[in-house]
């Protein structure tokens, strides 16, 4: 049973723009959450993260934020720009080894 | 170099052939990992070292094996694959457990 979901396979938005990414999870355990980035034939990139003691957290044109109690985190891109074209995952720690992973949004930024 | 790096980074092999992929890792860090990503999924873990013991085994098939023979190299070795198998593999380290995990560029599999 998949417990970190991203129910947006894709997302177009346009330069400039806001990009907002969700991410749903199931595990009242998790206390530690990422964003990682994919370009096609590559790993993916650590972006940003947050510990549950947080509900925002800011990098940049990043920001991630966190509502416990309805178990959801997103992720804002301001402005977004063609570059962060690539695939987002979401993924959750709830302290061990393993990190749990989403399927991953889509993101198109046009120009 | 730095960061993780991985090879080969393009593999086509047939069932029953014998390979290797291969994972350093250049940040000093005492975990790693391999992961499988196949069409459509989600990362799905394999196997985590740490300090060369092997800490978790998903219940991968034992047609994977793997080695870690310090903290910073790590080998999967594939032998008599299956078609389903194919996938890119990714290796990942880590500090310790519960941090960040850092990820290499990925073996894509093909097996024939």
């Known amino acids: 049973d998949q417990q970190v979901k991203q129910n947006s396979p894709s997302l177009s938005v346009q330069e400039g723009r806001i990009s907002i990414l969700n991410c749903d999870y199931t595990?009242?355990?998790?206390?530690?959450f990422l964003w990682y980035k994919k370009y096609p034939a590559e790993g993916p990139t650590f972006l940003i993260s947050?510990?549950?003691?947080?509900d925002k957290n800011e990098d940049g044109r990043f920001t991630v934020f966190l509502n416990k109690s309805a178990k959801h985190l997103s992720l804002h891109i301001v402005p977004s720009q063609p570059g962060d074209s690539a695939v987002y995952f979401c993924a959750a720690s709830a302290g061990g080894y393993a990190l749990n992973f989403g399927k991953g949004t889509s993101l198109l930024v046009t120009p | 170099e730095t960061g993780v790096t991985q090879t080969p980074r393009h593999l086509v092999m047939g069932m029953t052939n014998k390979k290797s992929l291969k994972c350093e890792q250049h940040l000093g860090h005492n975990a790693m990992y391999w992961y499988k990503q196949s069409a459509k999924k989600p990362l799905e873990l394999m196997f985590v070292y740490n300090f060369k013991e092997q800490t978790e085994n998903n219940s991968v098939p034992s047609r994977f094996s793997p080695e870690c023979p310090n903290s910073s190299h790590l080998f999967l070795h594939l032998h008599t694959l299956q078609p389903e198998d194919s996938a890119l593999y990714l290796c990942a380290s880590s500090q310790g457990s519960g941090e960040t995990q850092y990820f290499g560029p990925g073996t894509r599999l093909l097996v024939l």
């Open positions: 595990n009242s355990m998790f206390d530690y």
């Open positions: 947050i510990s549950s003691i947080k």
